[in-house]
């Protein structure tokens, strides 16, 4: 991709694995310095307990051709957001790009649990995983990204606001999770925008981030071997499909239009002209609402 942004310092919060890792990725090979966060190192792991590494999504973004900085944090720790805000001040003296991708609720929601089945704490800790988290970055993060026009902050989620507001998602705790973050966006659209900032919220389609390849027993290079069992994952797209899309927007001198906006990693890809990595554009929401969901057969003809 014709992207430059080797003069830019970015902060990827959530980074480990999944969008979090492909987004830092690919604004490191933009050139771009990128601080990423997350709780697994290769000393400790998360209570996630998987393999993925904060300091290796370092490591690829420096091979990628940018600077990737690991620092561990836990974002629901204030002190230690500060600490992480505080030290990129210091080394960087701004911030450019801001992205939200704190998730870490994957083995706490229960498919299609009503609220009062669901495990109470489970669901509490998700929401506070998931939402506090992406707060109480902003808050400490938000003043150095301001001391220089033209800043982006992008809010990950999944599901954009219009398939959302309409669809229920998972169970109570899920939905209402994703749809804050929506919702955050639009706000803080509203906070950043009068002060020369962007923000907007970012979903990519059905990603095949580890946890989901691991799921369904494929590796990334023979993910189409699920179809047989999974049809409609032949819409699924790769974590640097975003990534891309988290670029695109970071290099727009116009980005401010989307300001407060739901936006997709594949309704991105037709405005900037961007693939994912075997080269086709994955449409995955517009897939999902004119396909899956209206029972026809699996068929991305037209939709990647």
Request: aromatic share 8%.
């Amino acid at each position: 991709m014709p992207v430059e942004l080797k003069d830019k310092v970015a902060l990827v919060a959530g980074a480990t694995r999944g969008a979090g890792r492909g987004i830092a990725v690919e604004l490191g090979a933009a050139g771009a310095t990128v601080y990423v966060t997350g709780r697994s190192t290769r000393e400790r792991r998360s209570e996630y307990d998987r393999p993925e590494t904060l300091e290796d999504t370092a490591d690829l973004v420096t091979e990628a051709g940018g600077r990737g900085i690991a620092v561990p944090t836990d974002h629901l720790e204030p002190s230690q957001v500060r600490a992480l805000v505080d030290r990129i001040a210091d080394e960087q003296g701004r911030l450019d790009v801001l992205v939200n991708d704190i998730w870490g609720g994957e083995k706490l929601f229960e498919w299609d649990s009503p609220v009062w089945e669901h495990d109470l704490d489970n669901g509490l800790r998700l929401l506070r995983l998931a939402v506090e988290t992406h707060a109480i970055t902003s808050h400490h993060a938000l003043p150095l990204l301001l001391r220089h026009p033209g800043g982006l902050v992008v809010e990950v989620t999944d599901g954009t606001a219009d398939y959302n507001r309409e669809n229920y998602r998972v169970n109570f705790f899920y939905d209402l999770a994703k749809s804050s973050v929506l919702r955050m966006a639009f706000a803080l659209g509203h906070e950043l925008g009068p002060r020369g900032a962007t923000a907007v919220a970012l979903t990519p389609g059905w990603l095949r981030s580890e946890i989901m390849l691991e799921t369904f027993g494929v590796r990334e290079d023979n993910w189409r071997d699920a179809l047989e069992r999974v049809p409609h994952f032949a819409i699924s797209e790769t974590p640097r499909y975003v990534g891309r899309a988290v670029t695109a927007l970071a290099a727009d001198p116009d980005v401010a239009r989307f300001n407060g906006t739901s936006l997709s990693s594949g309704g991105l890809a037709q405005e900037y002209g961007f693939t994912d990595l075997d080269g086709s554009r994955p449409d995955a929401w517009r897939y999902l609402v004119e396909v899956q969901d209206a029972g026809k057969p699996a068929d991305v003809t037209g939709y990647r």
